[in-house]
Protein backbone atom coordinates (compact mmCIF):
# COMPACT_ATOMS: atom_id res chain seq x y z
CA UNK A 1 0.00 0.00 0.00
CA UNK A 2 1.27 3.47 -0.94
CA UNK A 3 0.67 4.62 2.73
CA UNK A 4 3.27 2.47 3.69
CA UNK A 5 6.00 4.69 2.08
CA UNK A 6 5.18 7.51 4.15
CA UNK A 7 7.53 7.47 7.09
CA UNK A 8 5.69 10.65 9.09
CA UNK A 9 2.51 10.64 10.76
CA UNK A 10 1.80 13.97 10.22
CA UNK A 11 0.98 15.47 7.00
CA UNK A 12 3.29 18.06 6.04
CA UNK A 13 3.12 21.52 3.67
CA UNK A 14 2.02 20.59 0.04
CA UNK A 15 5.40 21.88 -2.04
CA UNK A 16 5.13 24.66 -4.01
CA UNK A 17 3.78 24.38 -7.95
CA UNK A 18 6.89 24.95 -10.50
CA UNK A 19 5.89 25.86 -13.86
CA UNK A 20 7.23 23.24 -16.49
CA UNK A 21 7.78 24.52 -19.93
CA UNK A 22 7.70 23.15 -22.85
CA UNK A 23 11.33 22.80 -23.25
CA UNK A 24 13.03 22.25 -27.06
CA UNK A 25 16.54 19.70 -25.62
CA UNK A 26 18.18 18.93 -28.81
CA UNK A 27 20.96 15.73 -27.94
CA UNK A 28 20.32 13.46 -25.35
CA UNK A 29 20.68 15.85 -22.76
CA UNK A 30 18.23 14.96 -19.41
CA UNK A 31 15.27 17.77 -18.96
CA UNK A 32 17.25 20.27 -16.50
CA UNK A 33 13.44 21.28 -15.15
CA UNK A 34 13.05 17.52 -14.27
CA UNK A 35 16.32 16.99 -13.06
CA UNK A 36 15.43 19.66 -10.58
CA UNK A 37 11.93 18.53 -9.45
CA UNK A 38 13.97 15.29 -8.44
CA UNK A 39 16.59 17.13 -6.75
CA UNK A 40 13.68 19.02 -4.79
CA UNK A 41 11.64 15.67 -3.18
CA UNK A 42 10.13 12.63 -4.43
CA UNK A 43 6.90 14.33 -4.60
CA UNK A 44 6.57 17.76 -6.00
CA UNK A 45 3.68 19.61 -7.78
CA UNK A 46 3.86 20.96 -11.40
CA UNK A 47 1.95 23.11 -14.07
CA UNK A 48 2.37 22.85 -17.78
CA UNK A 49 1.80 24.67 -20.72
CA UNK A 50 -1.60 23.84 -21.23
CA UNK A 51 -4.59 22.49 -19.45
CA UNK A 52 -5.70 23.48 -16.06
CA UNK A 53 -4.30 24.11 -12.49
CA UNK A 54 -1.41 21.83 -11.48
CA UNK A 55 -0.44 18.02 -10.57
CA UNK A 56 1.45 16.27 -8.37
CA UNK A 57 4.28 14.84 -9.72
CA UNK A 58 6.10 11.10 -8.49
CA UNK A 59 9.89 10.72 -9.41
CA UNK A 60 11.12 7.82 -7.22
CA UNK A 61 11.07 4.44 -8.59
CA UNK A 62 9.20 2.84 -6.35
CA UNK A 63 6.60 5.19 -6.10
CA UNK A 64 6.37 4.96 -9.74
CA UNK A 65 5.97 1.30 -9.33
CA UNK A 66 2.89 2.04 -6.49
CA UNK A 67 1.07 4.54 -8.36
CA UNK A 68 0.92 2.70 -11.80
CA UNK A 69 -0.37 -0.42 -10.14
CA UNK A 70 -2.64 1.41 -7.54
CA UNK A 71 -6.54 1.33 -8.52
CA UNK A 72 -7.05 4.18 -6.69
CA UNK A 73 -5.02 6.31 -9.66
CA UNK A 74 -7.63 6.77 -12.02
CA UNK A 75 -6.96 6.92 -15.88
CA UNK A 76 -10.33 7.17 -17.03
CA UNK A 77 -11.11 10.06 -14.65
CA UNK A 78 -8.85 12.22 -16.29
CA UNK A 79 -11.04 12.40 -19.73
CA UNK A 80 -13.49 13.97 -17.82
CA UNK A 81 -11.61 17.12 -17.13
CA UNK A 82 -9.50 19.80 -18.08
CA UNK A 83 -5.67 18.49 -16.53
CA UNK A 84 -2.55 20.60 -17.13
CA UNK A 85 -0.34 18.82 -19.72
CA UNK A 86 1.96 19.35 -22.07
CA UNK A 87 -0.09 18.56 -25.09
CA UNK A 88 -2.47 21.59 -26.82
CA UNK A 89 -5.21 19.57 -27.50
CA UNK A 90 -6.76 16.78 -25.76
CA UNK A 91 -9.91 14.79 -26.90
CA UNK A 92 -9.32 11.28 -25.60
CA UNK A 93 -11.51 8.35 -27.52
CA UNK A 94 -13.66 5.76 -25.90
CA UNK A 95 -11.91 2.47 -26.17
CA UNK A 96 -8.25 4.09 -25.81
CA UNK A 97 -6.14 1.75 -23.65
CA UNK A 98 -4.25 4.64 -22.60
CA UNK A 99 -7.00 5.98 -20.82
CA UNK A 100 -9.32 2.71 -19.52
CA UNK A 101 -9.40 1.03 -16.08
CA UNK A 102 -10.18 -2.27 -15.06
CA UNK A 103 -11.96 -4.45 -16.06
CA UNK A 104 -12.52 -2.34 -19.34
CA UNK A 105 -8.71 -2.20 -19.67
CA UNK A 106 -8.87 -5.88 -19.92
CA UNK A 107 -11.99 -6.51 -21.95
CA UNK A 108 -9.85 -4.10 -24.67
CA UNK A 109 -6.64 -5.42 -24.47
CA UNK A 110 -7.97 -9.27 -25.11
CA UNK A 111 -9.37 -7.66 -28.53
CA UNK A 112 -5.94 -7.50 -30.23
CA UNK A 113 -3.45 -9.21 -27.64
CA UNK A 114 -2.62 -12.09 -30.26
CA UNK A 115 -0.92 -9.62 -32.29
CA UNK A 116 1.91 -8.47 -29.80
CA UNK A 117 2.24 -11.78 -28.23
CA UNK A 118 6.37 -13.02 -28.26
CA UNK A 119 4.63 -15.92 -30.71
CA UNK A 120 3.51 -13.26 -32.69
CA UNK A 121 6.89 -11.86 -32.68
CA UNK A 122 8.79 -14.86 -33.78
CA UNK A 123 6.33 -15.21 -36.66
CA UNK A 124 6.96 -11.61 -37.73
CA UNK A 125 10.92 -11.43 -37.30
CA UNK A 126 11.23 -13.04 -40.73
CA UNK A 127 9.62 -10.39 -42.72
CA UNK A 128 10.61 -7.93 -40.58
CA UNK A 129 14.02 -8.71 -41.56
CA UNK A 130 13.38 -8.93 -45.01
CA UNK A 131 11.93 -5.37 -45.12
CA UNK A 132 14.67 -4.09 -42.93
CA UNK A 133 17.41 -5.74 -45.85
CA UNK A 134 15.61 -4.35 -48.24
CA UNK A 135 16.52 -0.97 -46.89
CA UNK A 136 19.55 -1.03 -45.80
CA UNK A 137 20.36 -3.23 -49.29
CA UNK A 138 19.61 0.14 -50.66
CA UNK A 139 22.12 2.03 -48.57
CA UNK A 140 24.89 0.05 -49.35
CA UNK A 141 24.19 0.44 -53.07
CA UNK A 142 24.11 4.21 -52.77
CA UNK A 143 27.31 3.85 -51.08
CA UNK A 144 28.42 6.26 -47.70
CA UNK A 145 27.46 8.70 -46.49
CA UNK A 146 23.73 8.33 -45.84
CA UNK A 147 21.47 9.26 -43.44
CA UNK A 148 20.23 6.66 -41.25
CA UNK A 149 16.91 8.48 -39.87
CA UNK A 150 15.88 8.27 -43.63
CA UNK A 151 16.91 5.42 -45.21
CA UNK A 152 16.08 3.47 -42.07
CA UNK A 153 14.81 4.33 -38.87
CA UNK A 154 11.85 6.12 -40.37
CA UNK A 155 10.58 3.49 -43.00
CA UNK A 156 11.28 0.47 -41.05
CA UNK A 157 9.07 0.87 -38.15
CA UNK A 158 6.41 2.16 -40.40
CA UNK A 159 6.36 -0.46 -42.52
CA UNK A 160 6.39 -3.22 -39.44
CA UNK A 161 3.84 -1.50 -37.87
CA UNK A 162 1.84 -1.25 -41.10
CA UNK A 163 2.34 -4.75 -41.43
CA UNK A 164 1.36 -5.86 -37.73
CA UNK A 165 -1.86 -3.37 -38.50
CA UNK A 166 -3.11 -4.35 -41.61
CA UNK A 167 -2.47 -1.24 -43.55
CA UNK A 168 -2.46 -1.28 -47.23
CA UNK A 169 0.56 -0.29 -49.34
CA UNK A 170 -0.88 2.56 -50.95
CA UNK A 171 -1.83 4.23 -47.66
CA UNK A 172 1.18 4.09 -45.40
CA UNK A 173 2.47 7.16 -46.28
CA UNK A 174 -0.47 9.00 -45.58
CA UNK A 175 -1.11 7.40 -42.27
CA UNK A 176 2.41 8.20 -41.32
CA UNK A 177 2.26 11.65 -42.30
CA UNK A 178 -0.83 11.87 -39.52
CA UNK A 179 1.23 9.92 -37.31
CA UNK A 180 3.82 12.97 -37.04
CA UNK A 181 1.81 15.84 -36.66
CA UNK A 182 0.09 13.85 -34.26
CA UNK A 183 2.80 13.84 -31.92
CA UNK A 184 4.16 16.93 -32.83
CA UNK A 185 4.08 20.23 -30.33
CA UNK A 186 4.40 22.54 -33.57
CA UNK A 187 1.33 23.37 -36.05
CA UNK A 188 -0.47 23.66 -33.12
CA UNK A 189 -3.95 22.08 -32.10
CA UNK A 190 -5.77 23.09 -35.03
CA UNK A 191 -2.93 20.80 -37.46
CA UNK A 192 -2.92 18.26 -34.75
CA UNK A 193 -6.98 18.10 -34.13
CA UNK A 194 -6.91 17.68 -38.14
CA UNK A 195 -4.46 14.68 -38.16
CA UNK A 196 -6.83 13.00 -35.78
CA UNK A 197 -9.66 13.33 -37.49
CA UNK A 198 -7.97 11.77 -40.90
CA UNK A 199 -6.31 9.27 -39.35
CA UNK A 200 -9.28 8.21 -36.75
CA UNK A 201 -12.05 8.42 -39.66
CA UNK A 202 -9.41 6.10 -41.99
CA UNK A 203 -9.55 3.54 -39.11
CA UNK A 204 -13.28 3.40 -38.69
CA UNK A 205 -13.51 2.77 -42.39
CA UNK A 206 -10.97 -0.04 -42.53
CA UNK A 207 -12.29 -1.70 -38.85
CA UNK A 208 -15.82 -1.51 -40.63
CA UNK A 209 -14.27 -3.32 -43.88
CA UNK A 210 -13.38 -5.98 -42.00
CA UNK A 211 -16.00 -7.00 -39.93
CA UNK A 212 -15.92 -10.44 -39.82
CA UNK A 213 -12.52 -10.86 -40.95
CA UNK A 214 -10.37 -13.99 -40.27
CA UNK A 215 -7.07 -12.08 -40.32
CA UNK A 216 -4.17 -11.67 -37.94
CA UNK A 217 -3.35 -7.94 -38.33
CA UNK A 218 -4.77 -5.91 -35.77
CA UNK A 219 -7.59 -4.00 -37.74
CA UNK A 220 -8.86 -7.59 -38.39
CA UNK A 221 -8.42 -8.43 -35.27
CA UNK A 222 -10.59 -5.63 -34.63
CA UNK A 223 -13.06 -6.01 -37.18
CA UNK A 224 -13.88 -9.61 -36.09
CA UNK A 225 -14.17 -8.48 -32.11
CA UNK A 226 -16.49 -5.54 -33.38
CA UNK A 227 -18.77 -8.56 -35.58
CA UNK A 228 -18.66 -10.42 -32.08
CA UNK A 229 -20.20 -7.75 -29.75
CA UNK A 230 -16.91 -7.94 -27.71
CA UNK A 231 -16.36 -4.40 -28.26
CA UNK A 232 -18.15 -1.51 -30.23
CA UNK A 233 -16.54 0.13 -33.20
CA UNK A 234 -15.99 3.15 -31.43
CA UNK A 235 -13.86 1.83 -29.07
CA UNK A 236 -11.79 -0.27 -31.78
CA UNK A 237 -10.94 3.15 -33.37
CA UNK A 238 -10.04 4.17 -30.00
CA UNK A 239 -7.73 1.13 -29.44
CA UNK A 240 -5.81 1.64 -32.84
CA UNK A 241 -5.26 4.98 -32.92
CA UNK A 242 -2.25 4.67 -30.37
CA UNK A 243 -0.88 1.78 -31.77
CA UNK A 244 -0.71 2.80 -35.32
CA UNK A 245 1.66 5.78 -33.49
CA UNK A 246 3.52 3.61 -32.37
CA UNK A 247 6.14 3.12 -35.04
CA UNK A 248 7.45 7.09 -34.10
CA UNK A 249 8.57 5.59 -30.90
CA UNK A 250 10.90 3.19 -32.52
CA UNK A 251 12.48 5.43 -34.76
CA UNK A 252 13.35 8.13 -31.91
CA UNK A 253 14.55 5.67 -29.73
CA UNK A 254 16.93 3.94 -31.67
CA UNK A 255 18.14 7.20 -33.57
CA UNK A 256 19.38 8.28 -29.46
CA UNK A 257 20.95 4.62 -29.35
CA UNK A 258 22.86 4.68 -32.13
CA UNK A 259 23.76 8.33 -31.78
CA UNK A 260 24.90 7.04 -28.42
CA UNK A 261 26.83 4.33 -30.03
CA UNK A 262 28.54 6.23 -32.45
CA UNK A 263 29.68 8.96 -29.88
CA UNK A 264 31.29 6.72 -27.60
CA UNK A 265 33.91 4.27 -29.34
CA UNK A 266 33.93 2.63 -26.37
CA UNK A 267 30.13 1.84 -25.89
CA UNK A 268 29.93 1.28 -30.08
CA UNK A 269 32.93 -1.40 -29.31
CA UNK A 270 31.29 -3.29 -26.65
CA UNK A 271 27.62 -3.15 -28.80
CA UNK A 272 29.66 -4.79 -31.74
CA UNK A 273 30.03 -7.80 -29.59
CA UNK A 274 26.91 -9.94 -30.10
CA UNK A 275 27.58 -11.61 -26.14
CA UNK A 276 27.30 -7.77 -24.61
CA UNK A 277 24.77 -6.43 -27.00
CA UNK A 278 21.79 -7.29 -25.28
CA UNK A 279 23.04 -5.85 -21.86
CA UNK A 280 23.99 -2.04 -23.91
CA UNK A 281 20.45 -2.48 -25.55
CA UNK A 282 18.94 -2.91 -22.26
CA UNK A 283 20.60 0.29 -20.22
CA UNK A 284 20.26 2.33 -23.29
CA UNK A 285 16.62 2.17 -23.52
CA UNK A 286 16.77 3.22 -19.12
CA UNK A 287 19.11 6.11 -19.97
CA UNK A 288 17.48 7.72 -23.25
CA UNK A 289 15.26 10.62 -22.49
CA UNK A 290 13.15 9.20 -24.73
CA UNK A 291 9.87 12.07 -24.75
CA UNK A 292 9.45 15.57 -23.73
CA UNK A 293 8.31 16.19 -20.11
CA UNK A 294 5.60 13.69 -18.97
CA UNK A 295 3.38 11.38 -19.79
CA UNK A 296 -0.43 11.16 -19.32
CA UNK A 297 -2.32 11.57 -15.67
CA UNK A 298 -3.97 9.86 -13.19
CA UNK A 299 -6.89 10.88 -10.81
CA UNK A 300 -7.05 10.10 -7.03
CA UNK A 301 -10.31 8.26 -6.01
CA UNK A 302 -9.73 8.75 -2.62
CA UNK A 303 -7.44 10.47 -0.26
CA UNK A 304 -3.98 9.10 -0.31
CA UNK A 305 -1.19 9.82 1.99
CA UNK A 306 2.16 9.53 0.38
CA UNK A 307 5.44 10.62 2.20
CA UNK A 308 4.00 12.87 4.51
CA UNK A 309 2.03 14.71 1.92
CA UNK A 310 -2.07 14.12 1.46
CA UNK A 311 -3.08 13.50 -2.60
CA UNK A 312 -6.50 14.51 -2.19
CA UNK A 313 -9.72 12.25 -3.60
CA UNK A 314 -9.60 14.14 -7.24
CA UNK A 315 -6.19 15.50 -7.86
CA UNK A 316 -4.24 14.44 -10.51
CA UNK A 317 -1.10 13.02 -10.47
CA UNK A 318 1.61 12.25 -13.26
CA UNK A 319 4.66 10.10 -12.61
CA UNK A 320 7.72 10.32 -14.87
CA UNK A 321 9.50 6.81 -15.72
CA UNK A 322 12.31 8.96 -17.30
CA UNK A 323 13.22 9.94 -13.35
CA UNK A 324 12.30 6.50 -11.65
CA UNK A 325 14.86 5.38 -14.40
CA UNK A 326 17.60 7.74 -13.31
CA UNK A 327 16.90 7.06 -9.24
CA UNK A 328 20.22 6.58 -7.44
CA UNK A 329 18.77 4.53 -4.83
CA UNK A 330 17.91 2.22 -8.12
CA UNK A 331 20.39 2.64 -10.36
CA UNK A 332 23.87 3.88 -8.91
CA UNK A 333 25.67 6.64 -10.73
CA UNK A 334 22.24 6.95 -13.24
CA UNK A 335 23.79 9.64 -15.34
CA UNK A 336 26.67 7.44 -16.14
CA UNK A 337 25.75 4.82 -19.21
CA UNK A 338 26.83 1.36 -18.08
CA UNK A 339 25.84 -1.69 -19.59
CA UNK A 340 27.56 -4.16 -16.26
CA UNK A 341 25.80 -1.90 -14.05
CA UNK A 342 23.53 -4.87 -11.18
CA UNK A 343 20.63 -2.88 -10.88
CA UNK A 344 16.56 -3.41 -10.77
CA UNK A 345 14.54 -3.56 -14.19
CA UNK A 346 14.23 -0.22 -16.06
CA UNK A 347 10.61 1.07 -16.89
CA UNK A 348 11.04 2.34 -20.06
CA UNK A 349 8.33 0.35 -21.26
CA UNK A 350 5.87 1.64 -18.44
CA UNK A 351 4.43 -0.61 -16.14
CA UNK A 352 1.35 -2.33 -13.99
CA UNK A 353 -1.84 -2.88 -16.58
CA UNK A 354 -0.62 0.58 -18.81
CA UNK A 355 2.42 -1.42 -19.29
CA UNK A 356 3.46 -1.06 -23.29
CA UNK A 357 1.10 -2.86 -25.77
CA UNK A 358 3.27 -3.13 -28.03
CA UNK A 359 6.80 -3.56 -26.03
CA UNK A 360 7.92 -7.09 -27.74
CA UNK A 361 7.53 -5.19 -31.02
CA UNK A 362 9.29 -2.58 -30.14
CA UNK A 363 12.54 -4.88 -28.83
CA UNK A 364 12.30 -6.80 -32.16
CA UNK A 365 12.78 -3.62 -33.79
CA UNK A 366 15.55 -2.60 -32.41
CA UNK A 367 17.62 -5.47 -32.16
CA UNK A 368 17.00 -6.04 -35.52
CA UNK A 369 18.04 -2.55 -36.67
CA UNK A 370 21.19 -3.01 -33.94
CA UNK A 371 22.07 -6.35 -35.33
CA UNK A 372 21.48 -5.77 -39.17
CA UNK A 373 23.41 -2.13 -38.89
CA UNK A 374 26.43 -3.18 -37.21
CA UNK A 375 26.78 -6.33 -39.49
CA UNK A 376 26.05 -4.56 -42.45
CA UNK A 377 27.82 -1.52 -42.19
CA UNK A 378 31.29 -2.21 -41.32
CA UNK A 379 33.50 0.54 -39.47
CA UNK A 380 30.14 2.23 -39.33
CA UNK A 381 30.75 6.14 -37.35
CA UNK A 382 29.08 9.64 -37.82
CA UNK A 383 29.90 11.07 -41.04
CA UNK A 384 29.84 14.63 -39.40
CA UNK A 385 31.19 15.67 -35.90
CA UNK A 386 28.61 14.62 -32.83
CA UNK A 387 27.68 17.60 -32.13
CA UNK A 388 26.46 18.88 -35.67
CA UNK A 389 24.25 16.20 -36.23
CA UNK A 390 20.34 17.86 -36.17
CA UNK A 391 17.54 17.02 -33.45
CA UNK A 392 14.19 17.14 -34.25
CA UNK A 393 11.62 20.47 -32.53
CA UNK A 394 8.67 20.95 -31.64
CA UNK A 395 7.93 16.77 -30.83
CA UNK A 396 6.88 15.03 -27.72
CA UNK A 397 9.14 12.30 -28.50
CA UNK A 398 13.08 13.16 -28.81
CA UNK A 399 15.21 11.92 -31.53
CA UNK A 400 17.68 12.86 -34.09
CA UNK A 401 16.17 14.60 -37.01
CA UNK A 402 19.06 12.95 -39.41
CA UNK A 403 21.65 11.13 -38.60
CA UNK A 404 24.72 11.05 -41.23
CA UNK A 405 26.83 7.94 -41.25
CA UNK A 406 29.98 6.57 -43.03
CA UNK A 407 31.26 3.25 -43.03
Given at each position: ?10 QTPPPP ?221 GLAGPL ?164
Amino acid sequence: MIEETSTLTEQTPPPPVREWPALDLAGTEFDPVLAALMREGPLTRIRLPHGEGWAWLATRYEDVKLITNDPRFSRTEVTRRQVTRLAPSFAPRPGSLAWADQPDHNRLRKAIAGAFTVGAAKRLRPRAQRILDGLVDGVVAGGPPADLVARVLEPFPVAVVSEVMGVPAGDRERVHAWTRQIISTSGGAEAADRAKQGMYGWIAETVRARAGSTGEDVYSLLGAAVGRGEISEEEAVGLAGPLQIGGEAVTHNCGQMLFLMLSRPWLLERARRPEERGRVLDELLRFVPHRSSVGLARIALQDVRLHGHRIAAGEPVYVSYLAANRDPDVFPDPDRIDPDRAAGAHLAYGNGPHYCTGAVLARLQTELLVDTLLGRLPGMRLAVPAGDVVWRRGTMIRGPQTLPVTW
